[in-house]
């Protein structure tokens, strides 16, 4: 991958307007794409409450849902509903539509958490029991698995907390305001207009 003083990058600014899109659009994006997916996550707590085979299969197939949204909508058509709705798109530094590489890099970290979330989740689901699972809210369920998680699951869960907070810090604190995704993916994101 070429380093960022190799790549060929738009400007900072044109005709006086910032070219990258920063903290508050992407945040709203990530809002849009949170209410976009609500209704997914309604039908999981549904199906999890069929079976214990079910819940187990609906656990692991909904923590990859949003990494597959992700790479779809990246690919198609530079950005998820949430960007394309704020107008903002994920580009290559030079301006030019990304494809199934930088696609799958950009989600490759939040892909490998949503694996080692599944494994954790299938490890709990599948020692509690079922009738009490299958019959508790989503709370209740959430309270019953803990104790059955592995011990390492807490240093899984911290370690997503720090490559979630290394993204903002990092997005903040660069004049492209590129997360480490971008970085890993070499990949921008700018507002529509400079696409």
Do not use: C
């Not at 060929?8 to 044109?14: Q, S, T, V, Y």
């Not at 903290?23 to 794409?33: N, S």
């Not at 709370?139 to 592995?150: G, S």
């Amino acid at each position: 991958m070429p380093k960022d003083d190799q790549m060929e990058f738009l400007p900072i600014l044109k005709d006086g307007n910032e070219v990258y899109a920063g903290f508050w659009k992407r945040l709203g994006a990530a809002v849009i794409d949170t209410l976009v997916l609500i209704p997914f996550a309604f039908l999981f707590h549904y199906l999890k409450s069929i079976n214990i085979s079910m819940a187990i299969v609906s656990a692991v197939i909904n923590l990859f849902v949003f990494s597959i949204y992700s790479i779809y909508f990246n690919i198609r058509y530079g950005g998820t509903l949430g960007k394309l709705a704020v107008g903002i798109r994920i580009t290559k530094p030079n301006g030019e539509k990304i494809g199934v590489r930088e696609a799958f890099l950009r989600s490759s970290v939040d892909l490998a958490h949503a694996l080692i979330f599944a494994i954790l989740q299938f490890q709990a689901i599948s020692q509690v029991a079922s009738d009490a699972y299958l019959t508790a809210g989503y709370i209740e369920r959430i309270r019953l698995l803990v104790p059955f998680y592995p011990a390492y699951s807490k240093y899984v869960g911290f370690l997503s907390d720090i490559w979630y907070w290394s993204e903002m810090i990092v997005l903040l604190l660069n004049k492209r305001k590129r997360a480490l995704h971008d970085f890993i993916a070499g990949t921008v994101v700018i507002h529509k207009e400079y696409a």
